[in-house]
């Protein structure tokens, strides 16, 4: 496996969570170019570009929605 060190986790977290979600969106996106026989191309080419948009937005957002979300919700009292 690779050996990036652990301290860039965040970093490897965000790509990956940006890619599987644009994959995802960008195939919903696609669905209408079923009907031209295109989609696969049309899929890959959306997810391409949206990844690459979508990354940079992610690990810079990532912080913020982690501070958003520890301070909406709160610990369980053990028991």
Partial sequence: MFAIPRR??????????????????????????LASGHFLWHWFVSWVISWIAMSPIVLLAAPAIRSLSLALTREESPG
């Fill in 8 to 33: 860039y986790s965040h970093f490897v977290f965000g790509v990956i969570q940006s890619g599987l979600t644009s994959f995802v969106a960008a195939g919903i996106a696609s669905v209408p170019s």
